[in-house]
């Protein structure tokens, strides 16, 4: 078996009781960062049996020694950095290749960022797509067209670095009407959302932080609205004329 192990995203205290006991049953537990994953361990009293590091530098190699141990019977753990194994991180390579060996892959869920933040967004939660990052050069500004017609609310994993400028795209993309919420350091001490139009975000975390962005960031991207689709092709007036016939 191998098991994807959900681990908090911030708070120690994300951690449902399964995730525990099986990162103390397995026979290997394969974390991204052995030092990381040590805190939490001792937060819960977890004494896995045999700990391997397990990142997108030696995932090749590493996915190819677990493979082996799977095969030969071993009960192996996966746990990332944090929240949900293989949404946007190493881990999904690993188990493309033990659904190709034929091994049972077992979700043991828990904390998500993307999740988190789109369920307190105040989003429309009934239609969503998942973007994670977005590429760096190549496609980007392509990508960014298509999230800006997306009808479903848009969820976007960005780095603080890179934030201020993927909302001046999305300002750009979207224009100045559209809603986001951005969500900021989940389940931390700081946690904050800041909710509004993009100018309005965008001012808001300017004033905040008017150098460099600090914590990990999530953007949830209103759907192009029925209303703004309709603005565009001018026929909000003949629909409100519609109405009071
Ligand atoms: N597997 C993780 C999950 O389930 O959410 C995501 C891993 S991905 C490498 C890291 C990105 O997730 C960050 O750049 C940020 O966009 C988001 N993230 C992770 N923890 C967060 C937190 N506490 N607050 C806000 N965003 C977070």
Redesign the pocket.
Known sequence: MLYLV?TP??NLEDISLRAIRLLQETDIVACEDTRHARVLFERHGIRPRRLVSYHSHNERSRAAELADDLRGGASVAVV??????????P?WALVREALQLGIDVVPVPG???????LSASGMDTTRFAFE??LPLKKGRKKRIAGLAAEDRTVV?????HRIKRLLGELLEACGPERHIAL??????HF?EFLRGTIPEVIARLTEKFPESVK????IVLEGRSKNEELREYDLVDAVDEDEML
């Open positions: 959900a995203i911030g990332t950095d944090a929240g949900t194994p293989g949404i946007s991180d881990a904390a998500c960022a993307a999740i988190a933040a994670g990052f976007i994993y960005e780095s603080p969500a900021r350091e989940l389940t931390k946690e914590g990990e960031c999530v």
